[in-house]
Nanobody, 125 residues
Framework: QVQLVESGGGLVQAGGSLRLSCVAS????????MGWFRRAPGKEREVVAA????????YYRNSVRGRFTISRDNAKNTVYLQMNSLKPEDTAIYYC??????????????????WGQGTQVTVSS
């Protein structure tokens, strides 16, 4: 069983930065696709970014491309989401997800079978 634990959320002013981290238990992390998703109040869950097992494939949703960077360190079983130039519309609970079903950067939530508890990101205007 894989457990995912997120950290790094918080309150930041518009234009600021945050770095989310997600540490995974388990020895097979390096073979998993990993993703960051978010859910804003009253909205559906949406993909933010995803990364394949070798970091060669990366996906970003259009609204964060150029501002957010996803990366992973397989030696540390950790995936990161660096968020710069944050906007109030980025406010949401951010979830880390892992997939033993896919090795590529899938943007589809149903492809992920492991989920963290979430970390709140609030961007004030």
């Amino acid at each position: 069983q894989v457990q995912l634990v997120e950290s790094g959320g918080g309150l930041v002013q518009a234009g600021g930065s945050l770095r989310l981290s997600c540490v995974a238990s388990g020895r097979t992390f390096s073979s998993y696709a990993m993703g960051w998703f978010r859910r804003a109040p009253g909205k559906e869950r949406e993909v933010v970014a995803a990364i394949g097992w070798s970091s060669s494939g990366i996906y970003y949703r259009n609204s964060v491309r150029g501002r957010f960077t996803i990366s992973r360190d397989n030696a540390k079983n950790t995936v990161y989401l660096q968020m710069n130039s944050l906007k109030p519309e980025d406010t949401a609970i951010y979830y880390c997800a892992g997939s033993s079903l896919r090795t590529y950067a899938s943007p589809t939530p149903d492809d992920y079978n492991y989920w963290g508890q979430g970390t709140q990101v609030t961007v004030s205007s």
